[in-house]
């Protein structure tokens, strides 16, 4: 063993080297606040090893970025562990450089000879607040990418270089594709490297000041490297990895909230009101709140400018006593705002009612993504927002708030009088919340919930012949009248077909059949209306299929067709009237569907 032994260490001199590192002295002998250095190795090791098997699972394209993350999320073993490791030990390794950089300001360890390691590892933390700011993008959900964004957008505050930054840093005229594509590239191959490079060099540089003459003659003692303070620096690390661990199991080891939070895939057309910065920015974010507009250059660009080169004159000031101490009171008055200004944001946010609206919505949509996800179907080539953009559950509320709320309230009302749901600016039209189900359609043979404004009481409908009609068949009802009333409420209803209704439409198949009965020959529907085999269009709506997909896509798509309200249509505008021109239409085909099928409560949910 002896002879291999010096057989490798006579080709490579690695033994050799290794027994000159553990007889280095240790200025001032070993202690723990030398550790700052191998426990800032050992975190940028875990995020790079941690790094690069995600590296291999992630591929950094706008169709595939959020739905590769979800894979390593959700179907990769323990790759939400892996996601987690690395995204604490940024944390973490942000934390380590600060504290090293605060201890070196308070015992004045960055003064001669130590002045470029103290520059060193300046950069070192400038380096890895890149890697956080580049990072963060590549999840490519909805928090990332508007946040992301947000921070490029400044770069169009510089004076002359700032369109040609702008455009160099997101890869063209427009944020998309090559912004993901270029940050992927500056956070592996720039940020990485630099990172690595950095802290080689501040190794080389702090061995070459502690052999410094002027060092050498402060140094109370020396002492070898080996092994008290390697054992140090080894429990130190050991206790970095206990606290990577701790943070990245903190959510749990199960279920959907283990790990770290994957939101909504990344939508340009809808904009995240709840994106925030990592917590390391917040104080910078909330400070740069208090300036309007173009101003906002001073606390981007200039303030930040300011105190970095004051924090790099930090060596030359402190070999003044006067300097050491206002190093030290700028160090400390700097570190209270930064934290002061980050409670304040936190504050706020959670004092903002929009913010917090938009977070439950934000956390909605990344789990309804998630559940779309992980359907049978999974996610389509053309990627996880398309499952969001076609979701009923999700895109319906959108479309009907846009298109719909103008006139229609789609809500219920609680016991204390407050309207839950979707509440019309001005309602004129009927609520349409569990339209054509049981519990609706009784308001429509109903005389006093007909001309309530949950029905038509704000149209003009409420002075039409149905108004006269109900009246006269229900008005003074008796108990005989009223089961004939529900039997025909129960076979309307039954013509939508409603999902969460079919149970009990299967077991009713008789009542529905004498309901259908009682509408054609006891009650003279048809004497107005068509159904099925009976009756002409044009005098009213087609109560065939009533409420049914087909039923709700037409007449969303031209009430005034004869099947419908023909010309006496109220108000009710076409959203998709040309098929043979659909670009003059208000809504695509697949919107007209994704709103009938929310109105009717049909969309998928995982059993």
């Not at 809808?270 to 101003?295: H, K, V």
């Not at 068509?530 to 109560?543: E, M």
Request: charged share 20%.
């Amino acid at each position: 063993m002896n002879g291999l032994i010096r057989w490798i260490d006579d080709r490579t001199g690695l033994m050799t080297s290794i027994e000159e590192c553990r007889a280095r002295p240790t200025t001032g002998g070993a202690g723990w606040l030398n550790v700052w250095p191998c426990t800032i190795m050992f975190t940028f090791v875990v995020q790079a090893v941690s790094g690069f098997f995600l590296w291999m699972l992630y591929s950094p394209s706008a169709q595939t970025a959020w739905e590769s993350v979800y894979f390593i999320q959700h179907e990769v073993l323990g790759g939400w562990l892996l996601r987690a490791l690395h995204h604490y030990s940024a944390q973490v390794l942000l934390v380590l450089v600060a504290l090293y950089l605060i201890q070196m300001i308070l015992t004045g360890a960055y003064r001669a000879p130590r002045e470029f390691v103290f520059w060193v590892t300046v950069l070192i933390g400038l380096v890895v607040l890149g890697l956080m700011l580049t990072g963060d993008l590549l999840a490519w959900d909805q928090n990332s990418y508007w946040a992301t964004q947000v921070r490029t957008k400044f770069l169009l505050l510089l004076p002359v270089v700032g369109d040609y930054l702008y455009k160099l840093a997101i890869g063209g005229p427009a944020f998309g594709h090559l912004t993901l594509t270029r940050f992927v590239a500056l956070h592996i191959g720039l940020f990485t490297a630099a990172m690595g490079g950095l802290l080689v060099l501040h190794v080389w540089l702090a061995r070459k000041a502690s052999e410094s003459k002027l060092n050498k003659s402060r140094a109370r003692l020396q002492a070898p490297y080996w092994p008290n303070q390697a054992l140090r620096s080894a429990v130190a690390s050991a206790l970095v990895m206990v606290v990577i661990v701790c943070l990245a199991l903190s959510h749990g080891t199960s279920g959907e909230s283990r790990g770290i939070e994957l939101g909504a895939p990344a939508n340009p057309a809808d904009a995240y009101a709840a994106a925030r910065p990592e917590w390391a920015f917040l104080g910078l974010y909330q400070f740069s709140n208090i300036f309007p507009g173009e101003l906002k250059i001073l606390p981007i660009f200039v303030f930040p400018s300011l105190l970095l080169a004051i924090v790099l004159f930090m060596p030359i000031l402190g070999r003044l006593v006067v300097g050491h101490a206002f190093n030290i009171l700028f160090m400390l008055v700097v570190l209270g705002g930064i934290v002061a200004l980050s409670f304040m944001s936190v504050e706020h946010d959670r004092q903002n009612e929009n913010y917090r609206q938009a977070l439950k919505d934000g956390d909605a949509q990344a789990r309804r993504a998630i559940q779309l996800a992980q359907a049978p179907a999974g996610i389509p080539v053309s990627g996880a927002l398309t499952l969001l953009r076609n979701d009923a559950k999700t895109e319906g509320p959108k479309l009907f708030t846009q298109h719909c709320a103008s006139c229609h309230d789609c809500c219920q009302t609680d016991e204390q009088g407050n309207k839950q749901g979707i509440v019309a600016e001005k309602s004129s039209a009927p609520n349409l919340f569990g339209f054509a189900s049981r519990e609706w359609v009784p308001g429509t043979l109903d005389p006093k919930k007909y001309v309530s404004p949950d029905y038509f009481g704000n149209t003009k409908f409420r002075k039409g012949d149905m108004v006269e009609y109900v009246k006269e068949m229900f008005e003074d009802m008796e108990e005989e009248d009223e089961a004939e009333r529900m039997s025909m409420v129960i076979a309307l209803s039954a013509e939508a077909g409603l999902t969460a209704q079919k149970a009990v439409d299967n077991r009713d198949k008789q009542r529905i059949a004498e309901g259908k009965d009682l509408m054609v020959d006891d009650f003279g529907c048809t004497d107005c209306h068509k159904f099925h085999a009976k009756g002409q269009l044009g005098d009213a709506p087609d109560l065939t299929g009533y409420g049914s997909r087909e039923w709700l896509v037409g007449i969303i798509a031209n009430p005034a067709h004869k099947r419908f309200y023909g010309e006496d249509n109220d108000r009710m505008p076409a959203y998709a009237e040309s098929a043979d021109q659909p670009a003059d239409n208000v809504l695509t085909e697949s919107q007209v569907g994704i709103l009938a099928d929310w109105l009717r409560g049909d969309w998928y949910e995982a059993k």
